[in-house]
């Protein structure tokens, strides 16, 4: 079956910096555009970033365009967020999603002021 598997997460202060990786398996991980969402309590899942099946583009939340950068490698089935500067709004539980439909259970990352 899909398994999406998050890490990275964890408590960084403002101005820090995180790396968050998804290993996926179970899915021809090429064929897939990638994702990553964020949610936090009472609030909706939101879109972040993506990145298409080649890697040659990807798209971002307004909130993170020049700090947050996503990239994918397809020979180790990995997608990986690179987080700079980040900020307490950036505080949420993390998702990897592939295609429309699977996701990862999530990576907490918490940023202090």
């Known amino acids: 079956q899909v398994q999406l598997v998050e890490s990275g997460g964890g408590l960084v202060q403002a101005g820090g910096s995180l790396r968050l990786s998804c290993a996926a398996s179970?899915?021809?991980?090429?064929?897939?555009?990638m994702g990553w969402f964020r949610q936090t309590p009472g609030k909706e899942r939101e879109f972040v970033a993506a990145?298409?099946?080649?890697?040659?583009?990807?798209y971002y939340r307004d909130s993170v365009k020049g700090r947050f950068t996503i990239s994918r490698d397809n020979a180790k089935n990995t997608v990986s967020l690179q987080m700079n500067n980040l900020k307490p709004e950036d505080t949420a539980v993390y998702y990897c999603?592939?295609?429309?439909?699977?996701w990862g259970q999530g990576t907490q990352v918490t940023v202090s002021s």
């Open positions: 990145i298409s099946r080649s890697g040659s583009d990807t």
């Open positions: 179970g899915l021809t991980f090429s064929s897939y555009g």
């Open positions: 999603k592939a295609g429309f439909g699977f």
